[in-house]
């Protein structure tokens, strides 16, 4: 027998297994010599450990026994697992043997980086909000031309005002049977209203816009937007003005933040919205996590502002401060802070939020967000957190797939993992870092942006390329209001055309209100995002107001009646197309004023009509330009009395409101209920999606 | 982000440093080749368990040991990277830890003396498992997780380096290290 044998020597000294040993016990049982030196070893063995057991063996300091223990007292009982140092007793690594792989895995992720944020600006997360916007077209409504009375919309006591109505206006709702609950939040009532100008042929603009074009005319630019409450005088922004929010943001580092459940984070924003409430409304955190340096992003988005106000972006990080501040400056939103050219704010207390005497107040509104529109199939997020994601007819393996198809297709539907259930509905935006995703956690989904989340059954146009339905209905959040649903349909792709063809240019609608019949009006959650300067995110030179084949964009307005005798029943006036209280066949163009004037005339027909609708077009490859007109009547229906279609989108933007302010982070459980009963018919399962996800959201109490 | 049950409280803290502290000094001190060097590893490892939220760790006394032998390893070889053009100066108050009689100490000496001049002639790594076997009594298994070596591989360093041990003795005149042993044991 071979005693020149670790085996042997692990017998030796007892380390083998039964069998094993066994095994060799047979052996040496028929071999005295090696039986021999297998008890020499094993007093060896013995005699070392006695010796190597008697050496010197110092103890620690007092000193640093205390310190121990001391640490030991103060140190937290739950924290995070850390690995430098040591491996953990099993199934760990060494630290030789972590980097061994982390090194070249860090280098890898540099260089992916390196490639996503410099080589290909526009794929950069900082990008979200451009990348959302880029060139799908949204509705927008400027109305220029409509004077508003000073302070009206600004003013909150007007508010009352419009709200007293007379024992008439209240006997219509119960006529006109307006819904007796008002599940929608406060916040929905706070959004500022238009009156429509005396000329109401001229007042309203409906457009469709890309990111990339230019918002207004030139001769509206400095003109504050007609639904907003007039602007305070511009004020450059500078870093020193983002101190609090700085500050903030660095209260808030470190930890992962739910904006729907984080009473923390949900309290920052409330108070970044209240400070901010004159200029800019807080949309939300974007928390970064990892080993890599973590910060916490802050954004302070822009609503209604003139694109020299621009954002600003508060950014903190808890390691690595000047990277992030670095990275931050290349943010569209920075822009104010860089064009101010402040020096960096010294660190500062969070300022008290204005007091509604000393300064103007506009009523909170839903976070403002920039909007893409879907195209067809293009918003499935009912997979949106899980793998393999569904984009359209398209299924990819990884998301980096699919947002590489998506910017090749210069489409803006990201699919975003976002905690904020209807934010990750809504946005679909998806980051993907070295590390794996960045999350954009949002308080507040805009109405518009979730009202255009959804596939709708509009019909589609029987000749042209587009067609439009109207609807007015009752108004779930406002009884004594109505609401009217403006939808704009392309014409589907023709077989052997391509899915995103764009089938209509320039698109844009005009709205007429009738002053006789109505008081105030509003686009329920316009977004008056300016554009940028130069191309759109994705260094696009698409046409602006391009609708793609299969596409619809939804927008709704909500109006408030002048006083007027409730409608008889019967006497409803019928005007072109529009039947009772909904209209999806166009007026002969040629004849639209005629129509218009006549059937809106001073009787009881000029009461009931409730507004014209102009929808201009240009053909993408030609310079023929396309009109249609519609005329809406308002008969009263009733909400049971409206279609499905009007009722999703009327309930989803209830709830939207219901959001309300950006710290809300969940609707009322009514709202939710509203939803839930208005779903209607499901075109591509984005409904059901969607309820699954509003259910995850506490609801307010 | 895994939350873990609260460590051990202050009183187990202390039976631990009580039970650990001189061998994982000693263990550190075989690594980082000072004294200071190695009690400050030793502070830090204490300091890392106190930190640590693993339930093994309170559970299983083995995975505790051999935890605590990792992170010290670890950290005294960090320590002796960094520190390994230094040569430290021992301060006076370490030098007498315990305070043996002159004749224990010197015998006590001589034979740590013998026994480290016979152990440190072997490679590093054989060194290491046979410190970590006959003087910390870790298994195979253990001391393969301590060294990320294979159970295989210790047995195989702990074979070489006893044989050559044995070897050594054997070739020595007047066999010093029974004579040793004998002296000791008498």
Redesign the interface.
């Known amino acids: 027998m071979n005693t020149d044998d670790p085996n042997f020597t692990a017998y030796a000294l007892g380390e083998l297994d039964s069998e094993r040993s066994l095994e060799m016990e047979h052996l040496l049982a028929a071999d005295a010599a090696a039986a021999g030196e297998a008890a020499a070893l094993r007093q060896f063995a013995g005699r070392l450990r006695k010796e190597l057991h008697s050496e010197k063996a110092p103890a620690l300091t007092d000193n640093q026994r205390a310190r121990v223990l001391t640490f030991a007292r103060s140190a937290p009982h739950a924290t995070e697992i850390e690995c430098e140092g040591a491996a953990p007793a099993s199934g760990g690594e060494s630290l030789r043997a972590k980097w061994r792989y982390w090194i070249p895995a860090a280098l890898a992720a540099g260089i992916v980086v390196y490639l996503g944020l410099f080589l290909h600006p526009a794929k950069r997360p900082e990008k979200l909000p451009a990348l959302l916007a880029q060139n799908e077209p949204r509705l927008e409504v400027d109305n220029p031309l409509v004077e508003r009375p000073s302070g009206q919309s600004a003013d909150p006591a007007a508010k009352p005002a419009q709200q007293d109505q007379s024992p008439a206006q209240q006997t219509a709702q119960e006529t006109r049977g307006g819904l007796s609950q008002r599940p929608g939040d406060e916040a929905a009532k706070d959004i500022a209203f238009n009156k429509p100008g005396a000329n109401y042929a001229k007042a309203g603009e409906l457009r469709s816009r890309s990111f990339g074009a230019p918002m207004l005319q030139e001769d509206q630019k400095m003109e504050p937007s007609p639904e907003l409450p007039a602007a305070p005088p511009h004020e450059p922004l500078s870093a020193a003005s983002a101190k609090p929010e700085l500050a903030l943001a660095k209260q808030l580092n470190g930890t992962e933040r739910n904006m729907a459940t984080d009473g923390a984070a949900r309290d920052a924003v409330a108070l970044l919205a209240k400070r901010t409430a004159s200029k800019e409304t807080a949309l939300g955190l974007d928390t970064r996590t990892g080993d890599a340096p973590q910060a916490d992003f802050l954004y302070l988005m822009p609503d209604g502002l003139p694109p020299e106000n621009l954002g600003r972006k508060a950014v903190a990080g808890t390691k690595d401060a000047a990277s992030m501040e670095k990275r931050g400056r290349n943010l569209q939103f920075d822009k104010g802070v860089e064009a101010a050219g402040a020096a960096p704010a010294p660190q500062g207390e969070i300022a008290p939020a204005p007091s509604a005497a000393s300064a103007v107040q506009p009523p909170a509104k839903p976070a403002v967000i920039t909007t893409p529109l879907p195209t067809r199939g293009a918003v499935n997020l009912a997979n949106a957190e899980t793998a393999p994601q569904t984009y359209g007819e398209k299924s990819f393996a990884r998301n980096d797939e699919l947002r590489s198809w998506a910017s090749d297709e210069q489409t803006a539907a990201f699919v975003e993992t976002s905690r904020h259930p209807v934010v990750a509905f809504t946005l679909g935006a998806y980051i993907q870092s070295a590390r794996g995703e960045d999350r954009y956690t949002i308080a507040a989904a805009p109405a518009a942006q979730l009202l255009n989340s959804f596939q709708y059954n509009y019909s589609p146009p029987q000749k042209g390329a587009l067609s439009v339905a109207l609807e007015a209905g009752a108004c779930p959040w406002a009884p004594e209001h109505r609401l009217v649903l403006l939808a704009i349909r392309a014409r589907d792709a023709a077989p052997g055309e391509a899915l995103q063809l764009v089938v209509a240019a320039g698109v844009r609608a005009q709205v007429r209100f009738n002053p006789d019949r109505i008081s105030e009006y509003r686009s329920i959650d316009r977004t008056p995002i300016p554009a940028p300067e130069s191309s759109n995110a994705m260094g696009s030179s698409a046409p602006a107001g391009a609708m793609k084949a299969g596409q619809a964009v939804t927008t709704v307005f909500e109006v408030a009646e002048t006083a007027m005798p409730a409608p008889e029943s019967g006497v409803l006036a019928r005007s072109g197309g529009s039947t009772g209280g909904r209209s999806d066949a166009p007026i002969d163009s040629k004849s639209k004023l005629k129509a218009g004037r006549e059937l809106a005339g001073p009787t009881a027909g000029a009461q009931e009509h409730l507004m014209d609708v102009t929808v201009y077009w240009k053909d993408p490859r030609g310079s023929a330009s396309h009109s249609l007109e519609y005329s809406l009547d308002d008969s009263g229906a009733t909400w049971s009395e409206t279609s499905s279609e009007f009722r999703w989108a009327a309930s989803v933007a209830n709830y939207a409101l219901s959001l309300g302010n950006p710290q809300a982070g969940a609707a009322s459980e009514a709202a939710r209920r509203l939803v839930e009963e208005s779903r209607g018919a499901e075109v591509n399962s984005s409904r059901d999606s969607f309820l699954r996800r509003i259910q995850q959201i506490p609801a307010k109490p | 982000?895994?939350?873990?049950?609260?460590?051990?409280?202050?009183p187990d803290?202390?039976a631990l440093?009580e039970r650990y502290?001189?061998?994982l000094?000693?263990y550190a001190?075989s690594i980082a080749g000072d004294?200071d060097s190695?009690?400050?590893v030793?502070?830090e490892t204490?300091?890392?368990f106190?930190?640590?939220?693993?339930p093994?760790?309170h559970e299983n006394p083995r995975?505790?040991e051999?935890?605590l032998f990792?992170?010290c390893?670890?950290?005294a070889l960090?320590h002796h990277r960094k520190h390994s053009r230094i040569v430290p100066m021992p301060l006076a108050?370490?030098r007498a830890?315990?305070d043996p009689t002159p004749s224990a100490s010197l015998e006590?000496r001589d034979?740590?003396a013998c026994?480290?001049r016979l152990i440190e002639a072997l490679p590093p790594n054989q060194q290491e498992v046979?410190?970590l076997?006959?003087?910390n009594?870790l298994?195979?298994k253990e001391i393969a997780?301590v060294t990320?070596l294979s159970v295989?591989n210790v047995?195989?360093l702990?074979?070489?380096g006893?044989?050559k041990?044995?070897r050594v003795l054997q070739e020595s005149p007047g066999d010093e290290?029974a004579a040793m042993?004998a002296r000791r044991e008498s």
């Open positions: 982000m895994k939350l873990m049950p609260p460590a051990a409280d202050v803290l202390s440093m502290e001189r061998p000094v000693r001190l004294l190695a009690r400050d030793v502070q204490f300091i890392r106190a930190r640590e939220q693993r093994d760790l995975h505790l051999a935890w990792t992170v390893r670890n950290r960090d108050e370490d830890d315990e006590s034979t740590a026994l480290l046979i410190r076997k006959f003087q009594d298994s195979y997780e990320k295989t047995g195989f702990l074979h070489t006893l044989k041990l044995r290290w042993a």
